[in-house]
């Protein structure tokens, strides 16, 4: 990973974790834009931002389902992230994410009470942020839903429509409804994402063949291609820290 490029990540706590994935910080101490390609990995970002020609920003992310276009990480810049899984969509935002599937938005910079003084220490920022969080969560998770997602986290996506349908006990035709209503995507094509996620830290760690979830290494590199636009050689490869998402991985 480039040297100037400092990443470091919290887990929620145990209250928060059927909605929060991680807190997550990356800095740029350097003089120079980094380049970057940005890889779908399940999850909706909130980030505080600042550059040196932006005080201060923020910015909400949808899932994405494809390879982002080449994105930059300012010069001496630093970011703080929240990353959501998606029951945040209706129990944290209260609102459908669906409109903004491959794209974000920018927010108002007074959003969730957050400003500028929050991105002067990570660990004070996550606490902010979590308890705000839990502010929140107006109502219980329903028991369908939650049992549906524990499910698609726990095996990174790997069981059917049909059987995460009968363990959750809830009619397939009513979740991808929801599914598209929510988050844009279906059950089947959101089950992709993580399991091309979970694919991503084998191929950190130079693993080029299907570890789980994939019937063939012909299907691996099929499905891993469709997804992030290149083949997990040249995944694994990540010429000058290129891919974001795989850097951070390296990094752990």
Not at 162 to 184: C, T
Request: a neutral charge.
């Amino acid at each position: 990973m480039i040297h100037d490029l400092v990443y470091q990540s919290i887990k929620p706590n145990k209250k928060l974790s059927d909605f929060v994935d991680s807190f997550w910080c990356m800095e740029n101490k350097s003089d120079q834009t980094l380049e970057t390609i940005g890889l779908p990995d399940g999850r909706i970002d909130l980030s505080l931002i600042k550059t040196a020609e932006i005080p201060f920003q923020i910015r909400l992310l949808g899932l994405g389902t494809q390879q982002y276009e080449k994105g930059k990480i300012p010069a001496n810049s630093l970011t703080f992230t929240i990353s959501f899984k998606l029951p945040a969509a209706e129990y944290v935002f209260h609102e459908s994410i669906a409109d903004l599937l491959n794209s974000g938005k920018l927010l108002e910079n007074n959003f969730w009470d957050f400003n500028k003084n929050d991105l002067e220490n990570f660990e004070l920022f996550c606490e902010k942020a979590s308890a705000k969080i839990e502010s929140l969560l107006l109502k219980e998770i329903d028991n369908r839903k939650q049992k549906l997602f524990i499910l698609i986290y726990e095996t990174n996506g790997d069981m059917t429509v049909k059987e995460l349908s009968e363990k959750a006990n809830w009619s397939s035709r009513q979740i991808n409804r929801y599914f598209n209503q929510y988050f844009g995507v279906s059950l089947k094509g959101y089950c992709s994402i993580l399991r091309f996620r979970a694919s991503l830290e084998h191929i950190a760690k130079g693993k080029l063949f299907p570890e789980e979830n994939f019937s063939d290494q012909t299907h691996f590199i099929k499905e891993i291609k469709k997804i992030s636009g290149s083949l997990p050689k040249e995944l694994f490869q990540n010429k000058n820290d290129r891919f974001i998402l795989l850097s951070a991985l390296s990094s752990k």
